[in-house]
């Protein structure tokens, strides 16, 4: 086999974001030498664009897998109809250039045989040309309209307790096909953090949000809770409400222990989204972990309970701008938590099971943070999106910062938040 790069790139006087309104729809029919064009999805929920090219009757098949509209960019992969090609990787990107204007870059690796891989490349090449010229003279000739998704009428809710030990209470929509969204709060948290979430996500598929042991309505187990103490309690979850599929949907503690489950039961998942964090304790040192568990048990051994620092960590966690309401919000659930819930969370996170193994989350993932967040940066976690990427064999990950929060996205940054949830749901269910 013989390996080939190619780089093409071009400049537009448009701004970036007309160009890359056009430029993100990976199933538009922008490229002037696209005929047809048909958005499916593989057994694993990947998005797929089927196309035919003027002049060719053959249909070519490209997955998605990576997106960004922070990044204004995206990358996808050749499926089927490249003749002699082993492996085509390819990337899209738009940025402000220089000199004003937008900068659009395409750039491809591929590997084929020896007698088609000149040829594949100067193709690539030519296409790449196309496709930087007509994004330019499109957003040239005027950015269209981006449309903003309206959100849908808020889904009823209820509340369900769990009967068993230990009970577990859920805020949950009607039954819906399809598979269930559920939503794992913070250590911090609770389950009303999820309710403007809910309200929307519940319109497209069964939603609903779990008070995690000892919060909230659910009692804790007669033991220190474990990472697979969570996991068990998300399958009982599950099979309470009969769906066979799960979305799981974590804001930090709650991102470590979907991903932890992710790990476990990968096949249970149709999507994993991931807020404000990721990898938890699971790549601290044993001296690190303990640090950070020692430093937050302080005032519990003094007798404080999470009400009486509650204050200190809103000033943490809250974003520069966040409001009077968003920091009431905050506080509340911080300080409704029971003292002996949040030490057996923290000893629960500070005693990783172990470092997770990217390869296994073979599902859709979607990575938020907030720009503002201390715990989980942008860089942090565009990082992580990084690392899942070249570890899985079938990546599908995008990867947002919601602008202008802190640590608590979902409910700092709600709006925003949901319109990136709401379209990671329609691919997932469409």
Same mark, same amino acid.
């Given at each position: 086999?013989? &390996?080939?790069?190619?780089?093409?790139?071009?400049?537009?006087?448009?701004?970036?974001?007309?160009?890359?309104?056009?430029?993100?729809?990976?199933?538009?029919?922008?490229?002037?030498?696209?005929?047809?064009?048909?958005?499916?999805?593989? =057994?694993? !929920? $990947?998005?797929?664009?089927?196309?035919?090219?003027?002049?060719? @009757?053959?249909?070519?098949?490209?997955?998605?897998?990576?997106?960004?509209?922070?990044?204004?960019?995206?990358?996808?992969?050749? /499926?089927? @109809?490249?003749?002699?090609?082993?492996?085509?990787?390819?990337?899209?990107?738009?940025?402000?250039?220089?000199?004003?204007?937008?900068? #659009?870059?395409?750039?491809?690796?591929?590997?084929?045989?020896?007698?088609?891989?000149?040829?594949?490349?100067?193709?690539?090449?030519?296409?790449?040309?196309?496709?930087?010229?007509?994004?330019?003279?499109?957003?040239?000739?005027?950015?269209?309209? %981006?449309?903003?998704?309206? *959100?849908?009428?808020?889904?009823?809710? $209820?509340?369900?307790?769990?009967?068993?030990?230990?009970?577990?209470?859920?805020?949950?929509?009607?039954?819906?096909?399809?598979?269930?969204?559920?939503?794992?709060? @913070?250590?911090?948290?609770?389950?009303?953090?999820?309710?403007?979430?809910?309200?929307?996500?519940?319109?497209?598929?069964?939603?609903?949000?779990?008070? *995690?042991?000892?919060?909230?309505?659910?009692?804790?187990?007669?033991?220190?809770?474990?990472?697979?103490?969570?996991? =068990?309690?998300?399958? +009982?979850?599950?099979? /309470?409400?009969?769906?066979?599929?799960?979305?799981?949907? !974590?804001?930090?503690? @709650?991102?470590? #222990?979907?991903?932890?489950?992710?790990?476990? $039961?990968?096949?249970?998942?149709?999507?994993?989204?991931?807020?404000?964090?990721?990898?938890?304790?699971?790549?601290? !040192?044993?001296?690190?972990?303990?640090?950070?568990?020692?430093?937050?048990?302080?005032?519990?051994?003094?007798?404080?309970?999470?009400?009486?620092?509650?204050? =200190?960590?809103?000033?943490?966690?809250?974003?520069?701008?966040?409001?009077?309401? /968003?920091?009431?919000?905050?506080?509340?659930?911080?300080?409704?938590?029971?003292?002996?819930?949040? +030490?057996?969370?923290?000893?629960?996170?500070?005693?990783?099971?172990?470092?997770?193994?990217?390869?296994?989350?073979?599902?859709?993932?979607?990575?938020?943070?907030?720009?503002?967040? &201390?715990?989980?940066?942008?860089?942090?976690?565009?990082? /992580?999106?990084?690392? %899942?990427?070249?570890?899985?064999?079938?990546?599908?990950?995008?990867?947002?910062?919601?602008?202008?929060?802190?640590?608590?996205?979902?409910?700092?940054?709600?709006?925003?938040?949901?319109? $990136?949830?709401?379209?990671?749901?329609?691919?997932?269910?469409?």
């Amino acid at each position: 086999m013989a &390996r080939e790069q190619v780089r093409v790139i071009g400049f537009s006087t448009a701004e970036p974001a007309a160009v890359w309104a056009i430029a993100r729809d990976f199933c538009g029919l922008w490229h002037p030498l696209i005929a047809t064009m048909v958005a499916e999805r593989d =057994a694993q !929920g $990947h998005l797929i664009r089927a196309f035919t090219a003027k002049g060719e @009757g053959k249909t070519y098949r490209e997955r998605l897998t990576y997106f960004s509209d922070t990044d204004m960019t995206l990358a996808y992969t050749h /499926v089927e @109809g490249i003749e002699g090609a082993e492996h085509y990787d390819a990337r899209l990107s738009v940025s402000r250039a220089e000199k004003g204007g937008s900068a #659009i870059l395409m750039s491809a690796s591929l590997s084929a045989r020896a007698d088609r891989a000149r040829d594949i490349a100067a193709g690539t090449e030519a296409i790449f040309n196309d496709a930087v010229a007509a994004l330019a003279a499109a957003a040239e000739a005027g950015a269209p309209h %981006i449309p903003v998704d309206a *959100l849908p009428e808020a889904a009823p809710i $209820h509340t369900r307790m769990i009967d068993d030990l230990p009970l577990l209470a859920l805020d949950l929509t009607p039954e819906k096909d399809g598979p269930l969204c559920l939503f794992l709060h @913070g250590i911090g948290g609770a389950r009303q953090n999820w309710q403007r979430q809910l309200a929307a996500i519940g319109q497209q598929t069964r939603a609903a949000a779990l008070d *995690l042991r000892g919060y909230g309505d659910s009692t804790l187990g007669p033991k220190q809770s474990t990472v697979d103490d969570y996991c =068990a309690d998300i399958l +009982r979850v599950a099979e /309470v409400l009969g769906a066979d599929k799960l979305i799981l949907v !974590g804001l930090s503690y @709650g991102s470590w #222990i979907a991903t932890s489950f992710a790990m476990r $039961h990968p096949d249970r998942l149709a999507g994993l989204v991931l807020s404000g964090g990721c990898t938890g304790m699971s790549e601290a !040192g044993a001296s690190e972990r303990e640090a950070f568990r020692v430093s937050r048990e302080v005032p519990l051994n003094a007798g404080q309970v999470p009400a009486d620092f509650a204050p =200190a960590v809103v000033n943490v966690i809250a974003g520069p701008n966040a409001n009077a309401e /968003v920091r009431a919000e905050l506080l509340a659930s911080m300080a409704a938590i029971p003292a002996s819930t949040y +030490r057996d969370a923290l000893i629960c996170f500070t005693n990783p099971l172990e470092k997770f193994d990217f390869a296994r989350l073979t599902m859709p993932v979607l990575m938020m943070t907030g720009e503002f967040d &201390r715990l989980a940066p942008p860089a942090e976690i565009r990082g /992580v999106a990084e690392r %899942i990427f070249d570890a899985s064999n079938t990546p599908d990950v995008q990867f947002e910062v919601i602008p202008g929060v802190g640590h608590v996205c979902n409910v700092e940054g709600a709006e925003a938040y949901t319109r $990136h949830l709401q379209r990671f749901v329609a691919r997932l269910t469409a």
